[in-house]
C-alpha cells in the first residue's frame, strides 16, 4: 500500500488544477448563455435573429464619441492606479520615485490580460532586482491595496446606495448589512495587526502580512481618499457612455450601482461576463443594449491598458533585465 500512495496523491492536485482553468470558463459560458436567453424575444418581436439584434445596437453608436469618453478616463485610472502602487510601496517597501513606478506597472496591465498574479509577479521582479525589495513584503503590499479596494468599494457603494434609496433595486437593500459586516471584520483584523488582540499571536509576524502589520488607519484612509477619484471619473464616463447606446441613467443612481458591477468585474473569468450579466440583471429592459455595453466598455478598459502597457514596456524590459 505505501509504494503506492507516491502514485495516487498527485490525482487529487491534478483534478483540483482542472477544476480551477475550468470554472472560470463556464462561469463565462453561462452568462453568455443567460444574456442569449434574454435577447431571444425582442429579437424575435423584431423579425430578428439575436446576432442582428445586437449588431444593430452596435451600428447605432457614436463609437468616436464613445473613444472620446473612454481614452482620457483609462490614462486618468492609470495615473490613479500607478500613484496607489507607489504610495504603498514607499510606505511598506521601498522609495522608489512616481515615474519609476509606471513602466513597470504599465507593463503588468499585459500580463494581467492572461493572469493577473503574473503581473504581481512582474512587480516583484522589478522591486527585487531594483530596491532589493523580498517578494513576500510586496506580496503583501499588493494584499493591502486589494483590502483597500474591497474597503472603498464597499463604501461607495452604501453612499450612492443612501443617495438612491428609492431609485435603485431591492437587492441593493442589503448592502448596508454587508458593510457592517465588512467593517466588523476591518475592525477586528486591524485590531489584530495592531496588537490590540490577541498579542502573543505569531500569525502577524508572516512576511506576506508586512504591510498589515505596519499600516495605521491612516494610510487605509488615505488609499481610499486617493482612489476614490478614479470611481467618481467612472461614474461620469460610464453613464455618458451608456447614453450613447441609448439609455439614460442619472449620475446619482450609476454611483449606487458602479461599485457593485465593479465587484462583478473582479471575478476572473474572460470577457468579464459576470460584469457584463450584472448590467442585464439590473436592467432587464435593455438586454442588447446593456449587453452590448457591458462587452466594449470592460474589456476595452483591459484591452487599452495593455495598449499603455506597450508604451512603456520596453523602458520596463531595460530596467528589468539590463
Known sequence: MSDTEPLTSPTPKKKTSLVGKLLPWVITLACFAFLYSRMMAPAAAQGLSVTAYLAS??????????????????????AVDSLIVWRVINWFNAKVAYTNILPVRASTYILSILNEQLGKGAMALYLNRREGVPGWQLGSSMLFIMVCELLYLCAWANIGLALQWDNLPEVFRGLPYVGMAIVAIFALAYLYFRGHIFATSKLREKPILHAFKQANLGQ???????????????????????SLFGVEIGYLQMLGILPVIFFGASIPGPFRAVAVSMWVILFPEYPAQMSAFGLVQHNFFILFNAVIGLVFVRRAQRELFE
Open 57 to 78: 445596437v452596435f451600428a447605432s453608436v457614436n463609437w468616436l464619441a464613445w473613444l472620446a469618453l473612454m481614452i482620457p478616463y483609462s490614462l486618468f485610472f492609470f
Open 220 to 242: 487605509y484612509i488615505r488609499i481610499l481618499v486617493l482612489r476614490s477619484p478614479a470611481l467618481l471619473a467612472a461614474v461620469f464616463i460610464y453613464s455618458e457612455a451608456l
